[in-house]
């Protein structure tokens, strides 16, 4: 069975400090696709990155960057900076690259409190 | 692009009563997703379509749940009756297979209270 886990419930962060939150996933699928959503108290959830397991390179966004090991199946979010705004519930999410299934493996989320 | 689009944002209903939630996609998208969020159980699936067809719904949690998608704009999700326990926050998804790499996008959910 496929599964993504979060070892973290809650973490918390002080303002303009750097923070990592743990994902792994477990699957037989060679291609596939990574995501980090988040969801602030207005519970929308909001894609923050996204990693093609066929690239190498992490990927990037602003201040957001994740660390991809494949061999390990691990995909970590690191967060730097950390912003007030940054406080929020946030899933890793797993999904394989073609064939039939179209549906995203949710991890049960990390609750993450900017402090100021 | 509007997104997708839920309603109602809140519902409140006693036990017993019938309850819809109602979703519009994205339009183009050809998958459509109903999760259930609650503190104890995260986020589940309970049902996903692919061009209108419902392929995967294993996490229905019994017969009192259904969904259908009578064509590409729209969804429902039907509980008859509502218990206590159905309270959550339904969110609907819609993607496009193969665009944006499997981007899922969400509507804002639907806060369901079943007193």
């Known amino acids: 069975a496929q599964t993504v886990t979060q070892s973290q419930p809650e973490m918390s962060v002080q303002e303009a400090e750097t923070v990592t939150l743990s994902c792994t996933y477990d699957t037989s699928e060679n291609n596939y696709y990574l995501f980090w959503y988040k969801q602030p108290p207005s519970r929308q959830m909001i894609l923050v990155i996204r990693?093609?397991?066929?690239?190498?390179q992490n990927a990037t966004e602003n201040r957001f960057s994740v660390n991809f090991q494949k061999a390990a199946k691990s995909f970590s979010l690191k967060i730097s900076d950390s912003q007030l705004g940054d406080t929020a519930m946030y899933f890793c999410a797993f999904v394989p690259y073609g064939g039939s299934q179209g549906n995203l493996i949710f991890g049960k989320g990390t609750k993450l409190s900017v402090k100021p | 692009d509007a997104g997708v689009i839920q309603s109602p944002r809140h519902e409140v209903t006693e036990m017993g009563q019938e309850v819809t939630l109602r979703c519009k996609p994205i339009?183009?998208?050809?998958?459509l997703f109903w999760y259930r969020q609650t503190m104890m159980r995260g986020l589940e699936l309970l049902i996903y379509?692919?061009?209108?067809?419902?392929?995967?719904d294993s996490g229905m949690p019994e017969d009192r749940f259904s969904a259908k998608m009578p064509n590409a704009s729209f969804s429902t999700l039907k509980i008859q009756p509502s218990e206590p326990r159905d309270s959550a926050v339904y969110f609907c998804a819609s993607k496009r297979r193969g665009q944006g790499g499997e981007k899922l996008f969400f509507g804002s959910g639907t806060q369901l209270s079943v007193l």
């Open positions: 379509f692919n061009n209108n067809v419902p392929i995967d």
């Open positions: 339009s183009g998208h050809d998958y």
């Open positions: 990693q093609e397991a066929y690239k190498q």
